[in-house]
């Protein structure tokens, strides 16, 4: 699989490979994060969330890891397909109540 | 469920014009909030209600009004807006204004303003 170990902008992935999407948030009072996806034209698609007391959540083909330590989220999507080209953001909840987004990650999957 | 709508999908307006945007939700959702998108960048906090009455407002300039009818509704309503307010205006939703659920994003509304 691929992975970046600090956040990239970009992401190019061979269809079927793992992908590694990684973001680092800043306020460690956070204690709820959220993936989203978002692909062209449309909004923000909620892909999958994780509360601070956890350090590691899974759902269908998506595995979210959070490091506490080093203020570190990733995302993990395996056997990357077409469908998963998009644009990928992180996004905490922090003491204020406001979704704050990460830059965000462009993938782009290559048949 | 979790289908919020917006509409108009896309609104090109001239910076005379008075136009509204709309978003709605059947989820029960008690919060719901408006987003600022500019291309290559993630959307920006706009406005968010809660239980029907603005709870914040991250200092938007006046020419953005919201309005928030009822639990299901939200509208911006845009007047003597300029060519740099041109993005995707996004509508979320929640269950609730504490900030510590997830928020459901609508397509958005694509607007030019010319």
């Known amino acids: 699989g691929e992975s970046v170990g600090l956040h990239l902008p970009t992401l190019s992935v061979q269809e079927g490979d793992n992908s590694i999407i990684n973001c680092a948030y800043s306020?460690?009072?956070?204690?709820?994060f959220i993936w989203y996806k978002q692909e062209s034209g449309k909004g923000p698609q909620f892909i999958i969330d994780?509360?601070?007391?956890?350090d590691k959540r899974q759902g269908q083909r998506v595995t979210v890891l959070l490091n506490k330590t080093v203020k570190h989220l990733s995302l993990q999507i395996a056997a990357t397909q077409p469908g998963d080209s998009a644009v990928y953001f992180c996004a905490e909840v922090s003491n204020d109540y406001k979704l704050s987004f990460g830059a965000g990650t462009t993938v782009t999957v290559r048949a | 469920d979790t289908e919020v709508t917006q509409t108009p999908k896309h609104l090109v307006m001239g910076m005379t014009n008075k136009k509204s945007l709309k978003c709605e939700q059947h989820?029960?959702?008690?919060?719901m909030y408006w987003y600022k998108q500019k291309a290559k960048k993630p959307p920006e906090l706009m406005f968010v209600?809660?239980?029907?009455?603005?709870?914040i407002n991250e200092s938007v300039p006046s020419r953005f009004s919201p309005e928030c009818p009822n639990s299901s509704l939200l509208n911006l309503h845009l007047h003597a807006l300029q060519p740099e307010d041109s993005a995707l205006y996004l509508c979320a939703s929640s269950q609730d204004g504490a900030g510590v659920d997830t928020q459901y994003f609508g397509p958005g509304t694509r607007l030019t303003v010319l």
């Open positions: 209600y809660s239980y029907e009455k603005l709870s």
């Open positions: 994780i509360r601070s007391n956890m």
């Open positions: 989820m029960g959702h008690r919060a």
């Open positions: 306020n460690s009072a956070s204690d709820y």
